[in-house]
């Protein structure tokens, strides 16, 4: 239904302007403070070391927190839809955790239990492997954080979806891969590439948690948000608004990936077509 009366317009366009003023300027000033001294200065801050070692830990910390999560997710989604146990009431409660968790208390949290002086880091650290204050306490924070997206996508999706399809083809022989594969992946799939992209957003843009593991060791333990604070404080304005381009540049990469998913899902007819978890 199209606004009718002047109050309705006035709401459309109060909308339009807060939408501007809060999302749009600011991207936009983000990338031309980023081009604020010239395309050379632009790609000689893009060349710098420590801007390469943060891409690739970033990028690294995203390529393994997605799929890790993408099998979690459709593990717990498969235990809670499709098995009536005891405790599984608590299983979806727990999923939530990270949800309700300062990401701040939970790098606190891994630093305290994997760290050097615990147990367990010095029996990692005994056999020349450092969690903490290295890229796989990076790794595993952002694990964390972003465990719930996938998993709280699918739910929702599969309780609806039922099981009638899948009893139907164990009725015909299938085995539980080939239900699996033939079955419940093309009724998920675009939820499934919903939380993927989702998961993926989050684990590039992570600060809170990774800065408590990662030490902020420049060129080593550094990722894209945390260089841009150190570049800040260091007064490399230019440089922090470089970085904060690129992470930018990955979160409309993202948003374009998901409207193109939530387009084709909308005209597949899927029930995952909307699917609105939150995305932080």
């Given at each position: 239904m199209k606004p009718q009366s002047f109050k309705q317009w006035l709401l459309v366009a109060l909308a339009v302007i807060a939408a501007l003023l809060l999302l749009v300027l600011p991207l936009a000033l983000i990338f031309a403070r980023a081009l604020s001294g010239g395309w050379a200065m632009l790609v000689a801050?893009?060349?710098?070391?420590?801007?390469?070692?943060?891409?690739?830990?970033?990028?690294?910390?995203?390529?393994?927190?997605?799929?890790?999560?993408?099998?979690?997710?459709?593990?717990?989604?498969?235990?809670?839809?499709?098995?009536?146990?005891?405790?599984?009431?608590?299983?979806?409660?727990?999923?939530?955790?990270?949800?309700?968790?300062?990401?701040?208390?939970?790098?606190?949290?891994?630093?305290?239990?994997?760290?050097?002086?615990s147990a367990v880091g010095s029996w990692f650290y005994a056999r020349d492997m450092q969690l903490m204050f290295a890229w796989p306490g990076i790794v595993m924070v952002t694990i964390f954080v972003t465990s719930p997206f996938v998993a709280r996508i699918l739910i929702p999706l599969m309780q609806s979806l039922g099981t009638e399809e899948e009893h139907a083809a164990l009725t015909l022989g299938a085995t539980g891969w080939q239900i699996f594969r033939r079955v419940t992946l093309p009724n998920i799939k675009w939820g499934l590439i919903y939380g993927t992209v989702i998961t993926n957003a989050r684990a590039v843009g992570e600060f809170g948690a990774v800065s408590v593991v990662s030490g902020a060791i420049r060129g080593k333990?550094?990722?894209?948000p945390l260089l841009i604070e150190q570049l800040n404080d260091d007064y490399k304005t230019v440089g922090a608004f470089t970085a904060a381009a690129l992470l930018a540049c990955m979160a409309l990469l993202t948003l374009v990936i998901k409207t193109v998913m939530q387009w084709r899902g909308n005209r597949a007819g899927s029930p995952a077509a909307v699917p609105s978890g939150p995305t932080h």
């Open positions: 801050n893009l060349h710098e070391p420590d801007m390469i070692a943060a891409i690739q830990l970033t990028l690294l910390a995203a390529v393994i927190t997605v799929p890790v999560n993408l099998v979690f997710g459709i593990l717990m989604a498969w235990c809670v839809t499709r098995y009536d146990f005891r405790g599984r009431k608590l299983l979806m409660t727990l999923i939530d955790i990270p949800y309700a968790t300062s990401p701040v208390v939970a790098g606190l949290c891994y630093l305290v239990v994997y760290g050097l002086e333990t550094v990722t894209l």
